[in-house]
């Protein structure tokens, strides 16, 4: 059975300030502290798998900026394929700001830099990855023609493609019914159903939308409330894991990258979303990005410890 999973997504340089309290509009806040790590949904969810026992390439552009030599040996560090990262010339890569109050929540800002060159063209020299692939994962940091141009190929192929919608933003729906798992938060899976989603029950209803529309599978985290998957067939849902949070920055990341190292061993969709669950839930215990990731002996050790 094949295992690998390619990521095609962004990667950005994150800095990011920690808070008593994030501002209010006009308000400056002073004695924060500073951090530089590495972030960008489609490098994140990439670490998070490698680092959850997945054999991961990923697809993506960089620019040319004093941080990315260092970006991508982390990359080769935790042990991901990175012959199709594309280096461009005269562009910087992305960036993010990360503003982080006392709770964990945040307020972000990215300017893509060079993920916005991952256009088809480079998919295309990257394709021949596809061809061992288990699944495809990608998230909304890439440009629209990119996510229409994957899908349309993985479809080809016969390969599962999953998506992360995050950031939720206008695209063709019509594409939608190929893709094969959505992962979504809230705000996300009302986007994409056209309809508003303020509970558990309103988002089950948006996922039986997009489920009518011919996905496969939809799977909705909840925060604190927990995650569901929804199919044609069943709904399973699992509980949030309390741990006392202090950086929320790529839960979101984290949860999908070890989701696909759970689907693509053939862990059912309770084990898969209990798997996604205990990694995001060690990673908002933990300040940054990519560094606040879990590898897989710590995933299975609070598997053992916190039971559901």
Known sequence: MKKKIVVIGSSNIDLIMKMDHLPE?????TDAVFMQVYGGKGANQAVAASRAGGKVTFVN?????AYTPQMLRNFMNDGIDT????????????HALIMIGNEGENIISVAP?????????KIEKASRIFDDAALIVMQFEIPEETIKYVIDLANKKNIPVMWNVAPARVFDFSYIPKVN???LNEVEAGFLAEIPVENETDAEKAAQ?????????VIITLGSQGAFVLTQN??????????N?????????????????AITEGKNLKESLQFASAAAAISVTRMGAQPSAPNRREIEEFLKNNKQ
Request: glycine letters at 12%.
């Open 209 to 217: 939308r997009l489920v009518s529309r011919g996905v496969e599978k």
């Open 113 to 121: 830099g060079a993920n916005n060159l991952l256009l088809p063209g």
């Open 181 to 183: 798992i959505l992962v």
């Open 61 to 65: 552009c960089v620019g040319e900026d």
């Open 25 to 29: 509009k006009g308000e400056t806040v």
């Open 245 to 261: 949070a202090v950086d929320t920055t790529a839960a979101g990341d984290t949860f999908c990258g070890a989701l696909a190292v």
């Open 234 to 243: 069943e709904k399973v849902s699992v509980p949030a894991f309390k741990v």
């Open 83 to 94: 012959r199709f990262v594309f280096q461009e010339k005269n562009m910087p890569s992305g």
